[in-house]
Structure formats: structure tokens, C-alpha cells
């Protein structure tokens, strides 16, 4: 199994990204995908998650509520993170993860499996 994520660089405050995870080795379609990310110093911390099913809920960190979205494409096996009005306090590395018939959890223990990140760095 492979996840693999993109997009990831410099952008000024107020800015935008788009990352992409994408999956390979495994039913994508089964597996819930979620977003997550470090920063320097700090644990690992939850941003966002999409379920397995096609109703695809999806469940977002307060701190990125109304600015980031969270979305896959199941035909391209790729998961989306779309952050818009990007701040300082992004500022990480972001993981995405594969989480088989999850119903879409914060909780990182629950996932079986990790990509191995892409930085972000937003600058004030």
C-alpha cells in the first residue's frame, strides 16, 4: 500500500492549496481517508476525514472548520484537501491516511495506514 501526497509549499497568509493523496495497493473505496498534521514541537493532530461511503461523511478539526474541504475522488483513488484563507498556525506537515470501513474518526490509532507527508508552510 502507497499513499502519497502532493501540492504541499509556500503560500502567503490568506492564500490558498490544494493537496492530493494519492492511493495505490488497496480498495480505496473501502477505506475511510483522512488528513492530518505536525508541526514542529507539537503531536500529530486531526484536520479532516471523509468516509468509505458514498455518503461520504466527512468531519473537520474546529480549527479548519469553513476554510478547508475535504474530498475523493474514487475513480482516481485520490483524496483532496482544498485549504483556502490559510494562516500561520497551518503551518505543518500533512499527513493522509487510509482508515478500511471507517466511519470517519480524529482518532490516528485508527488508521492502518500513512503517507509520508508534504509540507506546508504559510508565512505572515
Same mark, same amino acid.
Given at each position: 500500500?502507497?499513499l502519497?501526497?502532493?501540492?504541499g @509549499?509556500?503560500? %502567503?497568509?490568506? @492564500?490558498?492549496?490544494r493537496?492530493?493523496?494519492a492511493?495505490?495497493g488497496?480498495?480505496f473505496?473501502?477505506?475511510?481517508?483522512g488528513?492530518?498534521?505536525?508541526?514542529p514541537?507539537?503531536?500529530r493532530?486531526f484536520?479532516?476525514?471523509?468516509s468509505w461511503?458514498?455518503s461520504?461523511?466527512?468531519?473537520?478539526?474546529?480549527s479548519?472548520? @469553513?476554510?478547508?474541504?475535504?474530498?475523493?475522488?474514487?475513480?482516481?483513488?485520490t483524496v483532496?484537501?482544498?485549504m483556502d484563507?490559510?494562516?500561520?498556525?497551518d503551518t505543518?506537515?500533512?499527513?493522509?491516511?487510509?482508515?478500511l470501513?471507517?466511519?470517519?474518526t480524529?482518532?490516528?490509532?485508527?488508521?492502518?495506514?500513512?503517507? %509520508?507527508g508534504?509540507?506546508?508552510?504559510?508565512?505572515?
Amino acid at each position: 500500500v502507497q499513499l502519497v501526497e502532493s501540492g504541499g @509549499g509556500l503560500v %502567503q497568509a490568506g @492564500g490558498s492549496l490544494r493537496l492530493s493523496c494519492a492511493a495505490s495497493g488497496l480498495t480505496f473505496s473501502s477505506y475511510a481517508m483522512g488528513w492530518f498534521r505536525q508541526a514542529p514541537g507539537k503531536e500529530r493532530e486531526f484536520v479532516a476525514v471523509i468516509s468509505w461511503k458514498s455518503s461520504g461523511s466527512i468531519y473537520y478539526a474546529d480549527s479548519v472548520k @469553513g476554510r478547508f474541504i475535504i474530498s475523493r475522488d474514487n475513480a482516481k483513488n485520490t483524496v483532496y484537501l482544498q485549504m483556502d484563507s490559510l494562516k500561520p498556525e497551518d503551518t505543518a506537515v500533512y499527513y493522509c491516511a487510509a482508515d478500511l470501513y471507517g466511519s470517519g474518526t480524529r482518532h490516528a490509532g485508527a488508521y492502518s495506514f500513512w503517507g %509520508q507527508g508534504t509540507q506546508v508552510t504559510v508565512s505572515s
